[in-house]
């Protein structure tokens, strides 16, 4: 596993709710006692440039913000976690696991949002030396199921109402259809079971 991991990118992705951060937690502890070397972070964030733009993206009194622009910072903040922290990391053959990457920006801004899927990966190849992580795996949980997870004091993302949330999790299908090494979880069930079906899939992951 050790060998097999070496280098690898993997992103864990998925509606607001579905619960990436507790998989990814559980996905990396479980990575280091394979004795994978393997390092996190979640995605906007995780860089000095990276939270401040974070703030400014969910703040719930950033109303007024267009769509365009949330695709160029969530890109911005993407670029610069990719040039400080991720290409180190796969450079030094770590295996990198990020919760959220560029599958979020195609399913909320460029399908929900109406900014398009195509604007969106063709930005994000024109910035990034590798667009698409080794092994993409979508958390799906319906958006009644999703509701109940979350906390009360919703980002501004987390406003945007069901409708958009709807339309977010068929981006999320939609391009898990389109793209290679993407894996559909059914997230709706209970963490561990979860759990269980990501390490069985990173496990299958190809080598090189």
């Known amino acids: ?93 770590k295996c990198v696991v990020v919760d959220r990457w560029l599958s979020s920006t195609c399913a909320y801004q460029g399908h929900a949002g109406g900014f398009g899927m195509d604007k969106v990966i063709k930005l994000a190849t024109d910035c990034l030396e590798k667009p698409w992580p080794d092994l993409t795996i979508i958390l799906d949980v319906d958006s009644a199921t999703a509701a109940t997870r979350l906390k009360s004091n919703l980002d501004r993302m987390e406003q945007k109402g069901d409708s958009y949330h709807k339309k977010v ?10 793209q290679k090494n993407f894996v559909v979880v059914n997230a709706a069930d209970d963490i561990d079971a979860v759990h269980k079906r990501v390490i069985e899939i990173v496990g299958l992951t190809k080598n090189p």
């Open 1 to 93: 596993m050790k060998n097999k991991l070496s280098g690898k990118f993997i992103a864990l992705d998925g509606p607001d709710g579905c619960g990436k951060s507790t998989q990814v937690k559980l996905l990396v502890d479980w990575l280091t006692k394979q004795q994978v070397d393997v390092v996190s972070f979640r995605e906007p964030g995780a860089t000095a440039i990276g939270e401040k733009i974070r703030n400014i993206l969910l703040n719930p009194e950033h109303k007024a913000m267009d769509t365009a622009t949330e695709v160029m910072l969530y890109m911005a903040a993407r670029v610069q976690l990719w040039n400080e922290k991720i290409a180190p990391a796969l450079k030094q053959n």
């Open 169 to 178: 999790r068929n981006g999320f299908l939609k391009i898990a259809k389109q």
